[in-house]
């Protein structure tokens, strides 16, 4: 590696180009079970109480697909409850509200009269939005919200494409209205008519609102994609959403997104989908293309796991060394720009499965100025920033795994990190530990967020050099980085 240190205008010029970083966060919003989640995003964002509630059969997405926007209005949170009994969390929850009015949705197949009754001798008001079928529930529900002339379309059949939107739809007052794939249910025909509807939004693809659909809406722009994780994440790109703040939850049940949304909606946030335990590759790109400084988890871990949300909210730029004309070290047939590389790549793909967005200071075998790394780290509006590199020395006998850190800029969180990576570095690769050391490198010297120096291995050492060049060894060095940033931000 070149150990090269910045002249002092150059470094002073650095310095006031420096912007401020924001600090990232995430936390979890979960439960035992759906009504412990829906409790606990109430008691995140009713904290004070509110007047009114709006309640939901847990187990019946069909008349809730509709009740965001309209909960949304009233701010309400929305709570689950057994069909024939009121469940005693969501009782509680109730109580701690101190709301006068609870607004139920759906007919008494899906909340009983029981229920009803209970929530009255509970001296509050309850008033019930029903139907005989989800499509008039959504066209009554629709009738409680102002005439704003835009409708949300989503297919009645399941719950995705409807909640996926939600957010949008709750912050705007815009009804979400629900269709066939091939016909427009009557109540919905009524509801564009009445409400005087101008222009829908279609949420889904052609699979669940067909075009022949599409064909009698007024003035129709579809949001679609290959699936309903694709359609989340379309959601937000092409109503150009903010991500500064994301709501992630599971894209396989309904009952966190439907209670989720309304609270996604006070914070200006969009719903993201996801798979229990991995993250689609759509979701995953928007991940990468967006900024996304603050993040809430909804749902235990049995719906959304921890290891791919790890670094959900984080974003950290990793820097291969050298490159292009610069080789670095180079022996026992190695180039290190050729080893860091590959590192980095690879370490790139961990991060990003665990829910982390990923700035590359190179992804070819380019030559980046050592300026221009530490201004792409500065610039990243990054948590973190890791360069990678192999060691060398004039004889063979030096050898190890080495971090560095420097104290110019958050000391004790770049300590720390290299610290964390460190261990697994030594741990993974069966290397000697070269233990963490401070030192006045460039890019961690004057990037300003926590940076660390990696030291994989020495080329100039033959038995470490054969690790280098193992593609097993490089992927444990790999998981290493990944694993020691998570424990870090852990």
Known sequence: MLRLFLPFIAAFTLFLLVPEQASASSTRLSGSDRFEVAVNVSKKGWTSGTSNVVLANYNAFADALSAGPLAYKLNAPVLLTHPKVLTDVTKQEIIRLKNKKVTIIGGTGSVSSSVEKQLKNMGLSVERINGKDRYEVSYNVSKKLSNKGKAIIAYGLNFPDALAISPYA????????????????????????????????????????????????????????????????????????????????????????????????????????????????????????????????????????????????????????????????IGNGLKEKDVVLDVGLKSKELLKNSGARIVMTRSTDTFITLTNRANMGNNSRADSFISIHANSYPGTKPNGSETYWNDVYNSSESKALATEIQKLLIQKLQTDDRKVKEADFYVIKYVKI????????????????????????????AEAIAQGTINFYK
């Open 170 to 329: 709750s912050k705007n007052e815009y009804p979400i209205l629900l269709t066939n794939q091939n016909a427009i249910p009557n109540f919905t025909k009524r509801a564009i008519k009445e409400k005087g509807v101008q222009q829908t939004i279609i949420s889904g693809g052609e699979g669940s609102v067909s075009a022949l659909v599409a064909q009698q809406l007024p003035k129709p722009t579809r949001i679609g994609g290959a699936d309903r994780y694709e359609v989340a994440a379309n959601v937000i790109r092409e109503l150009n959403l903010s991500t500064y703040n994301t709501f992630l939850t599971t894209g396989t049940t309904f009952a966190d997104a439907l209670t989720g949304s309304v609270l996604a909606a006070k914070h200006n946030a969009p719903v993201i989908l996801t798979r229990p335990t991995s993250l689609p590759d759509t979701t995953k790109a928007l991940i990468q293309d967006k900024v996304i400084k603050q993040g809430t988890i909804l749902g235990g871990e049995a719906s959304v796991s921890n290891h791919i949300t790890s670094l959900f909210g984080k974003s950290i730029v990793l820097d291969p060394g050298h490159g292009g004309t610069d080789p670095g070290a």
């Open 450 to 477: 926590p940076s660390v120096l990696v030291e994989l291995g020495f080329i100039s050492n033959p038995q470490d050099a054969q690790k280098l060049a193992s593609p097993t060894y490089r992927r444990l060095a």
